[in-house]
């Protein structure tokens, strides 16, 4: 069955960093393009960043405008895993973060895992 697990989620000061992770199984994962969303309470889930699948179209890599310069999305194909580092957060940055992996007609979605922000 697909899996889609996050983790690397916490509590973290406002100015600091964390690393989250996503390790799929189930699927051809290289062929899938990977994104991370994030849903704030009272918010619509938004797509924080995306990167390509191989063979893919469009750019490689692409960021909402608010983590522009300050999240950075990777993958490692053999270790079916994608991360996203986050670098200088800010209050707003607090939500619940979910890995999505998407090809075609498919489209898996993990749990989530939450991301405070607070001093």
């Known amino acids: 069955q697909v899996q889609l697990v996050e983790s690397g989620g916490g509590l973290v000061q406002p100015g600091g960093s964390l690393r989250l992770s996503c390790a799929a199984s189930?699927?051809?994962?290289?062929?899938?393009?990977m994104s991370w969303y994030r849903q704030a309470l009272g918010k619509e889930r938004e797509l924080v960043a995306r990167?390509?699948?191989?063979?893919?179209?469009?750019?490689?890599?692409n960021y909402e405008d608010s983590v522009k310069g300050r999240f950075t999305i990777s993958r490692d194909n053999a270790k079916n895993t994608v991360y996203l580092q986050m670098n200088s957060l800010k209050l707003e940055d607090t939500a619940v973060y979910y890995c999505n992996a998407g090809h075609i007609a498919l489209n898996y979605w993990g749990q989530g895992t939450q991301v405070t922000v607070s001093s």
């Open positions: 189930g699927f051809t994962f290289s062929r899938y393009a």
């Open positions: 990167i390509g699948s191989i063979g893919g179209t469009g750019a490689n890599t």
